[in-house]
């Protein structure tokens, strides 16, 4: 009946633009590479116009669907994203369950693909007769390693995690301190800890779990995971998976920024950003301006209203800043610095600048996609984490693999000043990060060229998805 149709694959987005771009990008090299073409199916509260403009600009085949909204009204206010997105998650399974019905009549749907908190949807692909359930894991083999050992850690880890004396030590990782373990698992009163969990059990459902990472970024975890094991899936790293053709567009475009890079010198800018929805509070704000201007180093600052009002992510469901953020910068710190320095409200078109020669530094947030676009371009980076699992990754990059330098906690002016400058010009630690991340780029390029690690283990995908067979991997 669909014998002549490209096989086709559904993928369940939950919000975030940071979730979306890795699996539309996933979705893209899918249809150019092996021919499969794709429906990204999203939650109606993902209906930001930022994220809209983005599924306007996929190419044909890559299509997208919203599922109708669901009532989540009941739910606490200052509930976390992640209990909200695994909520909407479950609440849409009826409806999810009708879509890929519909969608599996009109398409020679070959599998379906859930991301990190849309595991319950396997319950919905069950019930429309889907028979591959496939995780697509945007962030990396640390954190999934984690969330996998999750139900083993809940019976055997007393307390918070934050309270613990020595460091998780987990097959493969680098050890992480209890306060730096991924943000929504410490405080185990609130229900977004319980959803980890769970979570960490469902994964176990899937017929194989793709991640965005590469092997050369987290050696150890990649050996482990690489060998198949009866008490988990199989593990295929296909990374980086980063957008290939940003222009910049949507909230971005016509970014004063490039023309200012043009007229920069060779890797003298440290790029600041702190992702799709990060802002800092009030005082790291104006300490980050300062230390800036002490470093001397140019700057380009993606500026955003400070979070001292509500949690620090707020911004996370529309990019747009919502008041005037300059105005939270301190007292003639832009005419003081205007030489050196440029400052943008709320948005950058992030792949273009770090793609800029211009551009020799990143201080980020280090949301995973930032580090793979810092890594893809060879950018050596300063890691100020705010939250998810960003402060696991720093801790990966700086004690790990060591592409990234960390901020002390305390986030004063001089230490921020030594940072920029160690990572930017320094002869110690910073030339050996810069070492580094430049063999990571080349790493992460090998990776993807035909017959590379990550180009062959997508490869080896698309043969289970097409070759027949069962839900296959394990
Ligand atoms: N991004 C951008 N311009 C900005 C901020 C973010 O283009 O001013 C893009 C960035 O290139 C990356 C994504 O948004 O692809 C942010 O994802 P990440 O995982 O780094 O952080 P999150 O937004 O999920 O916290």
């Given at each position: 009946?669909?014998?002549?149709?490209?096989?086709?694959?559904?993928?369940?987005?939950?919000?975030?633009?940071?979730?979306?771009?890795?699996?539309?990008?996933?979705?893209?090299r899918l249809a150019t590479r092996h021919g499969v073409t794709s429906t990204l199916i999203t939650f109606a509260s993902t209906a930001s116009s930022t994220q809209?403009?983005?599924?306007?600009?996929?190419?044909?085949?890559?299509?997208?669907?919203?599922?109708?909204?669901?009532?989540?009204?009941?739910?606490?206010?200052?509930?976390?994203?992640?209990?909200?997105?695994?909520?909407?998650?479950?609440?849409?399974?009826?409806?999810?369950?009708?879509?890929?019905?519909?969608?599996?009549?009109?398409?020679?749907?070959?599998?379906?693909?859930?991301?990190?908190?849309?595991?319950?949807?396997?319950?919905?692909?069950?019930?429309?007769?889907?028979?591959?359930?496939?995780?697509?894991?945007?962030?990396?083999?640390?954190?999934?390693?984690?969330?996998?050992?999750?139900?083993?850690?809940?019976?055997?880890?007393?307390?918070?995690?934050?309270?613990?004396?020595?460091?998780?030590?987990?097959?493969?990782?680098?050890?992480?301190?209890?306060?730096?373990?991924?943000?929504?698992?410490?405080?185990?009163?609130?229900?977004?800890?319980?959803?980890?969990?769970?979570?960490?059990?469902?994964?176990?459902?899937?017929?194989?779990?793709?991640?965005?990472?590469?092997?050369?970024?987290?050696?150890?975890?990649?050996?482990?995971?690489?060998?198949?094991?009866?008490?988990?899936?199989?593990?295929?790293?296909?990374?980086?998976?980063?957008?290939?053709?940003?222009?910049?567009?949507?909230?971005?475009?016509?970014?004063?920024?490039?023309?200012?890079?043009?007229?920069?010198?060779?890797?003298?800018?440290?790029?600041?950003?702190?992702?799709?929805?990060?802002?800092?509070?009030?005082?790291?704000?104006?300490?980050?301006?300062?230390?800036?201007?002490?470093?001397?180093?140019?700057?380009?600052?993606?500026?955003?209203?400070?979070?001292?009002?509500?949690?620090?992510?707020?911004?996370?469901?529309?990019?747009?800043?919502?008041?005037?953020?300059?105005?939270?910068?301190?007292?003639?710190?832009?005419?003081?610095?205007?030489?050196?320095?440029?400052?943008?409200?709320?948005?950058?078109?992030?792949?273009?600048?770090?793609?800029?020669?211009a551009t020799g530094g990143f201080l980020t947030h280090c949301g995973w996609n930032s580090v793979l676009e810092s890594l893809v371009y060879g950018v050596p980076?300063?890691?100020?984490?705010?939250?998810?699992?960003?402060?696991?990754?720093?801790?990966?990059?700086?004690?790990?693999?060591?592409?990234?330098?960390?901020?002390?906690?305390?986030?004063?002016?001089?230490?921020?000043?030594?940072?920029?400058?160690?990572?930017?010009?320094?002869?110690?630690?910073?030339?050996?990060?810069?070492?580094?991340?430049?063999?990571?780029?080349?790493?992460?390029?090998?990776?993807?060229?035909?017959?590379?690690?990550?180009?062959?283990?997508?490869?080896?995908?698309?043969?289970?998805?097409?070759?027949?067979?069962?839900?296959?991997?394990?």
């Open positions: 009946f669909h014998g002549n149709s490209p096989p086709h694959v559904a993928m369940l987005v939950t919000p975030g633009m940071g979730h979306l771009i890795p699996i539309a990008e996933l979705a893209k809209r403009a983005f599924l306007a600009s996929l190419p044909s085949a890559v299509a997208s669907l919203s599922l109708p909204p669901v009532d989540l009204s009941d739910l606490p206010r200052g509930a976390a994203i992640e209990t909200l997105m695994s909520e909407e998650c479950v609440r849409s399974i009826p409806a999810l369950t009708k879509l890929l019905l519909d969608l599996s009549r009109a398409a020679n749907l070959v599998a379906f693909v859930a991301d990190l908190f849309g595991a319950d949807s396997f319950d919905a692909a069950a019930a429309a007769g889907v028979r591959r359930k496939y995780l697509f894991f945007p962030t990396n083999l640390h954190v999934l390693t984690l969330i996998l050992h999750l139900p083993e850690l809940d019976v055997t880890v007393p307390g918070e995690f934050r309270h613990l004396p020595e460091p998780v030590r987990l097959p493969g990782c680098v050890a992480i301190p209890g306060p730096d373990i991924l943000m929504p698992l410490q405080d185990k009163t609130n229900p977004c800890y319980k959803w980890m969990v769970h979570h960490g059990a469902k994964y176990r459902e899937a017929d194989a779990i793709l991640v965005n990472s590469f092997d050369a970024v987290e050696p150890g975890p990649a050996k482990i995971l690489r060998q198949p094991s009866p008490d988990r899936p199989v593990v295929y790293p296909v990374g980086p998976l980063i957008q290939a053709d940003r222009d910049g567009g949507g909230a971005g475009s016509g970014c004063p920024c490039m023309e200012w890079l043009d007229r920069q010198p060779a890797k003298s800018v440290i790029f600041v950003s702190f992702g799709s929805g990060g802002s800092l509070p009030t005082e790291q704000m104006r300490e980050l301006a300062l230390g800036l201007e002490i470093s001397g180093q140019r700057f380009l600052w993606v500026v955003r209203s400070p979070s001292d009002e509500g949690a620090v992510n707020d911004n996370y469901y529309d990019a747009e800043s919502k008041k005037d953020p300059f105005a939270y910068l301190p007292e003639g710190f832009v005419e003081r610095t205007k030489d050196v320095g440029l400052v943008v409200p709320s948005w950058a078109p992030q792949i273009k600048v770090l793609s800029h020669p980076m300063v890691a100020w984490p705010l939250f998810a699992e960003q402060r696991q990754n720093a801790v990966m990059l700086s004690e790990g693999v060591g592409a990234a330098i960390r901020v002390s906690e305390s986030k004063g002016r001089e230490k921020i000043a030594a940072v920029v400058r160690e990572v930017m010009a320094g002869e110690g630690r910073g030339a050996a990060v810069r070492a580094k991340v430049a063999e990571l780029q080349k790493a992460a390029a090998e990776g993807l060229k035909e017959g590379g690690a990550a180009a062959t283990a997508l490869a080896e995908v698309v043969e289970k998805w097409t070759g027949g067979g069962g839900g296959g991997g394990n």
